[in-house]
């Protein structure tokens, strides 16, 4: 079946500028996740959907972040007014439950490049 | 809290060699699993393996094995014959385990393999 999706794959933005990064989870993934991969760097976590509720907000860097789900599926991550140290990869990942309640592994999208200039 | 710690920065082999990846890890949580993730230079992360934490087992998959010891908190990933298509970032990752709730990814920094001819 299909993976986990992003769009766009690149953006180019000037500072200062809003931005919206598109999430298309596996199909029945109930947990959605975001992070970001700075240059030469590991991931580090943003935020997490479980169904449509962001129980774990922690990770947003500050209240220019901000993110949303709908219909226990798309999820966009907005970053308003931009600044340069937001360049970034930011990747999505989903994954889903067992029987008993535990998460399954998460599997990872391709990214999103923001480059702000 | 969590740490993922991958002392490895940069690992240059010939092909056919044999490397092992280190990964050491801290957490309070007795029950947690660990992962690893390839990611070539097309930027996608790609799952290798999950591992609970109360499976020691070492396990091995075709050119891969993981050795996990509790003892002194590492899961140790080797590439036996190494091949050019190895080459990559290898992320090493920990997570809680708690069922009934999705579980952030703790990443460590990355180890870069490059295999050359």
């Known amino acids: 079946g299909a993976g986990v999706s992003q769009s766009p794959s690149n953006k180019v933005t000037e500072k200062g500028k809003d931005v919206e990064l598109r999430c298309d989870p596996i199909?029945?993934?109930?947990?959605l996740y975001w992070y970001r991969q700075r240059l030469g760097q590991g991931l580090e976590f943003l935020i997490y959907?479980?169904?449509?509720?962001?129980?774990?907000k922690s990770g947003l860097p500050s209240d220019r972040f901000s993110a949303e789900r709908t219909g226990e599926s798309v999820s966009t991550l907005t970053i308003q007014r931009t600044q340069q140290e937001d360049s970034a990869v930011y990747l999505c990942?989903?994954?889903?439950?067992?029987?008993?309640?535990?998460?399954?592994?998460?599997?990872f999208g391709p990214g999103t490049r923001l480059l702000v200039l | 809290a969590q740490k993922v710690t991958q002392a490895q920065t940069e690992i240059s082999v010939v092909e056919k060699e044999d490397v092992t990846l280190d990964c050491v890890y801290e957490?309070?949580?007795?029950?947690?699993?660990l992962f690893w993730y390839k990611q070539p230079p097309s930027g996608e992360l790609v799952f290798l393996i999950r591992?609970?934490?109360?499976?020691?087992q070492n396990e091995i998959s075709g050119r891969y094995s993981w050795n996990f010891q509790k003892s002194t908190s590492s899961f140790n990933f080797t590439i036996t014959a190494s091949q050019v298509v190895d080459s990559a970032v290898y992320f090493c990752?920990?997570?809680?385990?708690?069922?009934?709730?999705?579980?952030?990814?703790?990443f460590g920094t990355g180890t870069r393999l490059q295999v050359t001819l």
């Open positions: 990942a989903s994954s889903s439950k067992t029987s008993g309640g535990a998460e399954e592994t998460q599997y």
């Open positions: 199909s029945g993934h109930t947990a």
């Open positions: 959907f479980q169904g449509n509720s962001a129980p774990d």
């Open positions: 957490t309070r949580d007795t029950t947690y699993y």
């Open positions: 591992r609970n934490s109360f499976d020691e």
């Open positions: 990752a920990l997570s809680e385990a708690a069922t009934g709730t999705a579980s952030k990814l703790t």
